[in-house]
């Protein structure tokens, strides 16, 4: 595991499985390598700068580590970003609603990247992906990337350093 000055942090060669890992579950801290666990606490302590990129191969633990503090924060979402940019796409065509407590409507443009900013923690699953990237994946990247700026963001990909620095320009990886 490396941590780099544009604050990401590469996940071991070591797979992790987790056959349980599924929605509203509290997930097992035994899956998530104590290293990465540590110090996604000192990040949630404010000791180090957000958002935090996390690379490494298929299968190292870095989608249960977040699903893991996911879990322990309140209000906290996590979204594959493949679903997050199918919902922008439902936005901009008209056909994304919301409900909460009584009172619902059409999302807009606005008030999503407005509610997304409000989130606690947002997670950001398989930036980059190749066999699912797109443009419009990419702009919805760039979106999430100025909504959450200076707070709370941790994105996951199993790209390389060199691979990130293109998909996520210097502007939005370092500071």
């Not at 599924?22 to 104590?34: G, I, M, N, S, T």
Request: aromatic residues 6%; charged residues 25%.
């Amino acid at each position: 595991m490396e941590i780099t000055a544009a604050r990401t942090l590469r996940v071991g060669e070591t797979p992790v499985r987790d056959k349980e890992n599924l929605p509203r579950k509290v997930r097992a801290l035994d899956q998530v390598p104590p290293d990465l666990w540590r110090h996604l606490l000192e990040l949630c302590d404010g000791r180090h700068k957000w958002p935090l990129f996390l690379h490494g191969p298929s299968g190292t633990g870095k989608s249960c580590a977040t699903l893991c503090l996911v879990d322990r924060v309140p209000g906290a979402k996590f979204w594959h970003v493949p679903a997050l940019d199918e919902q922008v796409r439902d936005i901009k065509a008209g056909t994304a609603e919301y409900y909460d407590v009584g009172r619902g409507g059409k999302w807009t443009m606005k008030n999503w990247w407005a509610y997304i900013g409000k989130l606690p923690l947002l997670v950001l699953d398989d930036v980059g992906l190749p066999e699912v990237s797109s443009d419009t994946q990419s702009e919805t990247l760039f979106m999430a990337l100025e909504a959450r700026e200076g707070k709370p963001l941790i994105c996951t990909s199993n790209l390389n350093d060199k691979d990130i620095e293109s998909t996520c320009p210097a502007n939005h990886v370092a500071g």
